[in-house]
């Protein structure tokens, strides 16, 4: 199968959005574009399981690769493992989701359809770049458009958030930039020249210096997008200004993009380093995960606790690449997916409840599950994967890391298992304190008894989206054998260098 | 018939349930729902009682002993080459046990609820609720894997959460179901913590091979959980305390029973169901489960031994001073739980000394009739009197005949009156605790006086007494309410003839109980004393139960507000987690972390503004600045570089 594909029909889409006139045209068309791309993904599936029950055994798979710019060695080489087929699906199950939320948007709608569709051709680029020059471009490719989505179409103090998000991620692709330079010329193919390919560089020896100076940047840099502690300042304000498809988008996919950074460049190409600095990794995702829960209790405002909860839960991400076993990575990337169709439905509920009340603000909600039954519900199941709960995605995804975490036999790793662990009871408390205050309880307003439940298009959405969370959390197993040999060449890497200590 | 063939319908018949009546309940099966979700749950019954029947009678033996026979299983989710998360039917004595008592009760509760709940406006929502709770629980207790039994676990607590904010818009009931979830969540901490240390030790998730290797002395798993060691105290006894204390947290043990009295905000039905048969004794079931393992270590059976003993005890107290009746059954329910769990703790494996086993399983099957008749029958005062408090009750028994027979016979039966079923399991538990620990018994024998007090309090005062005044009173209820209290009824007068100890063992063998009517003796005369006294405050209204509450002054205060430990609760989590942990990260977060990214942030546009001030588009200053760097330049390569 064409890997670019992958690129065009986004794209096209983009132009072909650029061509329309009305909402009504503009949102067909968008419609029409993510759907396909949505069956596109499936497709893939597909392939890439046809191709490994027939035994092709190989790294990456649907390879391609061409020379972009030869004089610095830049190609355009693209290609699939497991992970990156699962990346590939959250997004297109998230994006999906988040044109049919952002139906009825008025303002500027062609543009925000543009928009939204161009970040996601960054993210598809960047799932399946083989090559560190292209994943850099297509990571650059997913912020502008960011900035524009909160400063123009946010609520709230949107031109600090928009600011304050460009400026920390653009800090986070300049530290990226940095160590993937490094790498670079720390590449040696043998007859003297360097290169970017991921392929290639993860098979050679980086000298264990140059990982020591060049992992930080890359794994911080990674980080900032993966709401590494303590640089996930940008995750509260820029959710919570940002229009529901464009949170949706940030906390599905933005943010997998810092995991599947940390795992795909940092720990991949730089297992020395990973291995040496695995404990810091480890120490700041538990600081993430319990902080950001506690931090999460005290929030009153809907957006907020999802942000602040997605801080949480992200730490589980960086905590799963920092235990560098098997399983916890094989973890680590189930709670990208987990976590990425959970705060998309989390946060396509609130931007559900926000239209018709216009208001986040846990205190004058209430009630809302007699007037709004299925928006509840879904909330109400969001929640539950959130905390996780065993039937949905969050419970497997988390199970994995713990028990991945847990192999390690020294007091260390279980020790910081435990307080990662611990967070599930944290985790509880805000979720059900936001669903008693919101759902439950006697109606806050008499105005609110009037407002209507869900349109088809956010029911769509939302069922979509809870037909990924369920279908992870019934049956694990699929996402477990996508996602298992990915990465145990991972760990193959890393199980290299420890050997050889 | 071959097991696999028809055993996973049992559990999925409920799931299909929930599924269906969860999906289309609100269009399609306005009406039917109730049903819908009996019919499908009838036919799980029969399945588990065809099962029991071909397991105890036809093929669950070999060579006299109770065979394990797990027909169905597969992998569910394998993370290394030893361990996964499988899905499995375990059979054994308790799993079928358990089988019969969840289906059991689980349909009268169903079957109760057609017309408890008539007219209710989420009708088929509550249908949906109900299934999805059989489906989790018989999944938790046929699970062959100790994840498995996890993942119900998980799946029983939310069923219980749903079900109590059943009436959604009720301040207390979001309130209790909020705290029940929560605190149950707590508990779970510590039995996932114990599930990890138990997988990493026996190198398995499977309950069988895990029982295996960790009993056998010989093993290297066993020799390496009992020799490591933290904090002094062994990891083997580590991980089954933090097991247990999941166990203690469903199980509403002392100090994490109290959710479950506030859980009674429930629809009463549901409290018969879940918070007094079957959910609530998921914790004495998962000891029971790896009992094998907890046989083996001493402090840990002690444990158990002693917060089951506390939570009879205090719970007993607690029962003869409350005012609403679904409170004291609740009471009655941890108390009665405690008597499983401290049967437990003092038995062993193997013959007479495993009578201790073979009682608490049989005191959970007798205690599952007659304290979900209790609910039931109270359900059906509440539906009459639309209160729960004793106050408003008195003199039902003419209005309610079967409601007041069936009543009478559970009394009987949780008191220990022989013939009645409780008689015969805690007579056995009383036995066993006699042969192991005198303390023990001592205070399993005063709560067993106690028991009968409360709950011939609560009987007189709700049928004898003095008549209330009865408001918009239409009969005694439906022929679906009366149907299930009179087959309870029947179940709590009968069970206990069952010789238990013939089916259900500690070692798969056969148990024979004798009746030792001198043993028999005092149990049944403390039962009598309570029974007596209880005749004698509340048959006729008078104003003794004032003059004892007075004459027993601060004991009786305290245990009227439960010994304070719901303020002390309240006090750690509002005042010490709110707001020395929860507030100071927020403000961290918010000042410091993010104070520093802006810090950050203005210093650059500071700098940038010093910048902007040197480019200022003069020649001059260029020239000067170039001539500056080449100087500073010059500096460091003539003297630092060399």
């Not at chain 1, 919101?438 to 009037?450: D, N, T, V, W």
């Not at chain 2, 079900?163 to 909020?178: H, N, T």
């Not at chain 2, 006294?533 to 003059?547: F, G, H, I, T």
């Not at chain 2, 001539?627 to 460091?636: H, N, P, S, Y």
């Amino acid at each position: 199968m064409n890997l670019n594909l992958l690129l065009l029909i986004p794209l096209l889409t983009a132009v072909a959005i650029l061509c329309c006139k009305g909402l009504k045209q503009v949102r067909t068309v968008s419609f029409i574009g993510t759907a396909l791309q949505l069956v596109l993904s499936f497709v893939l599936l597909y392939w890439y399981w046809q191709e490994r029950s027939a035994g092709n055994n190989a790294a990456f798979l649907f390879e391609n690769n061409f020379t972009w710019y030869a004089p610095l060695h830049i190609n355009y080489h693209i290609g699939v493992d497991g992970i990156s087929v699962a990346m590939i699906l959250l997004t297109s199950f998230v994006v999906f989701a988040g044109v049919l939320i952002s139906w009825k948007i008025e303002k500027l709608s062609k543009e925000f359809f543009f928009l939204l569709l161009f970040l996601s051709v960054g993210a598809y680029g960047f799932f399946i770049s083989l090559d560190l020059f292209t994943l850099f471009f297509f990571l650059e490719l997913a912020v502008i458009p960011k900035f524009l989505l909160i400063g123009i179409w946010g609520s709230g103090k949107k031109e600090y958030s928009a600011m304050k998000l460009a400026l920390m991620l653009m800090g986070g692709s300049a530290l990226v930039f940095v160590g993937l330079a490094g790498l670079f010329f720390n590449t040696n193919t043998g007859d003297g020249s360097h290169t970017f390919d991921i392929i290639q560089i993860a098979q050679m020896h980086i000298p264990v210096a140059a990982q020591k100076l060049f992992f930080p940047f890359a794994f911080i840099g990674f980080g900032i997008f993966g709401a590494l502690f303590p640089f996930h300042t940008w995750v509260p304000d820029g959710h919570s200004s940002a229009p529901t498809a464009a949170s949706m988008f940030l906390a599905g996919i933005s943010m997998k993009l810092g995991g599947y950074g940390c795992l795909r460049v940092a720990t991949y190409l730089m297992p020395d380093a990973a291995h040496q600095y695995s404990w810091i990794i480890i120490v700041l995702s538990c600081i993430a995960i319990l902080y950001g829960a506690f931090a999460t209790m005290m929030q009153t405002d809907l957006k907020y606790i999802n942000a602040y909860s997605s801080v949480s839960h992200c730490g589980f991400v960086l905590l799963g690449i920092g235990m560098l076993t098997r399983t916890a990575i094989t973890g680590a990337v189930m709670q990208m997916v987990s976590h990425g169709l959970m705060t998309a439905l989390f946060f396509a509920c609130i931007g559900m409840i926000y239209d018709r009340t216009h208001t986040r603000q846990m205190a004058q909600l209430g009630g809302l599950l007699k007037v709004m039954p299925f928006i509840s519900t879904v909330f109400v199941i969001a929640g539950l994967c959130s905390l996780g709960l065993p039937g949905f995605s969050g419970f497997v995804a988390e199970i994995t890391v713990f028990m991945g975490s847990w192999e390690h036999a020294e007091l260390f790793y279980k020790i910081t298992t435990i307080i990662a662990c611990a967070s599930i009871v944290v985790t509880a408390v805000y979720i059900l304190r936001a669903v008693g205050k919101a759902i439950m309880g006697p109606l806050a307003s008499k105005e609110y008894s009037l407002l209507p439940d869900a349109g088809w298009n956010e029911k769509l959405a939302a069922g979509l989206l809870i037909i990924g969370i369920v279908a992870i959390g019934v049956a694990p197993f699929w996402l477990n054998h996508l996602v298992g040999p990915g990465a145990e060449a991972i760990m193959k890497n890393i199980s290299n260098v420890a050997i050889i200590k | 018939m071959n097991y696999s063939s028809y055993i996973a319908l049992i559990p999925l018949l409920p799931l299909a349930g929930f599924v269906l009546l969860g999906l289309f309940g609100k269009k399609i099966f306005r009406q039917s729902s109730g049903i819908i979700g009996v019919l499908l749950l009838l036919v799980s019954t029969a399945l588990a009682i065809y099962t029991a029947y071909h397991y105890f009678f036809v093929d669950g033996k070999v060579n006299d002993v109770y065979q394990t026979i797990i027909p169905v299983k597969y992998s569910w989710l394998q993370f290394s080459s030893g361990t996964s998360i499988d899905m499995g039917i375990t059979l054994d004595p308790i799993s079928v046990m358990m089988l019969i008592v969840v289906t059991f009760v689980s349909l009268m509760v169903h079957i109760f609820s057609l017309g408890y709940m008539k007219g209710e406006e989420r009708f088929s929502t509550y249908y949906s609720f109900l299934s999805l709770f059989t489906f989790s629980m018989l999944g938790l207790v046929i699970a062959s894997n100790i994840f498995q039994i996890y993942i119900f676990w998980e799946l029983v607590g939310v069923s219980s959460y749903l079900l109590i904010g059943f009436y959604y818009d009720r301040p207390s009931a979001v309130a209790a179901s909020k705290k029940a979830f929560i605190v149950t969540r707590f508990a779970d901490l510590g039995f996932l913590i114990g599930i990890l240390i138990l997988a990493f030790e026996g190198g398995t998730l499977d309950f069988n091979t895990l029982i295996q290797r960790l009993t056998d002395t010989q093993s290297s798993q066993f020799i390496s959980i009992t020799t490591a060691s933290f904090l002094g105290v062994s990891v083997l006894t580590w991980a089954l305390t933090l097991v247990f204390i999941g166990g203690a947290g469903k199980s509403a043990m002392f100090p994490l029973h109290i959710w479950l009295p506030d859980a009674m905000e429930g629809p009463t039905p549901v409290s018969a169901l879940i918070h007094a048969a079957t959910m609530v004794v998921a914790g004495v079931y998962l000891v029971a489960r790896l009992f094998p393992i907890f046989s083996i270590n001493v402090s840990a059976l002690h444990v158990v031994t002693w917060v089951g003993a506390i939570s009879a005890f205090l719970a007993a107290i607690i029962a003869c001073t409350q005012t609403d009746i679904k409170r004291v059954l609740a009471y009655s329910t941890m108390s009665q739980i405690g008597y499983m769990m401290f049967a437990l703790g003092v038995a062993k494996i193997g013959g007479e000394a495993g009578l201790g086993y073979t009682a608490s399983m049989f005191h959970l099957f007798t205690h599952a009739f007659f304290k979900s008749l209790l609910f039931l029958g109270a359900g059906a005062v509440i539906h009459v009197v639309h209160s729960n408090e004793m106050k408003d009750m008195g003199g039902l028994r003419k209005f309610m005949p079967i409601t007041h027979i069936t009543f009478l016979i559970a009394c009987l039966a949780i008191s220990g009156v022989p013939p009645f079923a409780g008689f015969f399991s805690k007579e056995e538990i009383l036995l066993a605790a006699f042969n192991s620990n005198k303390i023990v018994y001592g205070i399993a024998l005063f709560t067993s006086g106690l028991t009968a007090f409360y709950m011939f309090r609560l009987y007189f005062s709700i049928f004898w007494n003095k008549p209330k005044e009865l408001h918009d009173h239409h009969g005694e209820g439906t022929f679906s309410m009366k149907l299930p209290l009179v087959l309870l009824g029947i179940g709590s007068a009968l069970v206990g003839f069952i010789p238990f100890g013939k089916y259900v063992s500690s070692d798969g063998g056969m148990l024979e109980s004798p009746f030792h009517l001198n043993f028999s003796i005092v149990p049944v005369a403390f039962a009598l004393i309570g029974i007596l006294l209880a005749l004698w405050m509340y048959k006729n209204e008078s104003s003794r139960p004032q003059w004892a509450a007075a004459a027993f002054g601060g004991l009786y205060r305290s245990a009227y507000k439960k010994f304070y430990i719901d303020e002390i609760y309240l006090f750690v989590t509002k005042k010490i987690v709110f707001n020395l942990i929860g507030r100071p990260a927020a403000w961290i977060d918010k000042n410091i972390v993010d104070g520093t990214m802006n810090g950050i942030a203005s210093a650059t546009a500071t700098i940038s503004g010093w910048i902007k001030g040197i480019q200022s588009g003069k020649v001059q200053s260029y020239a000067l600045y170039f001539f500056a760097g080449i100087v500073v330049l010059a500096i460091i390569v003539l003297y630092i570089w060399k």
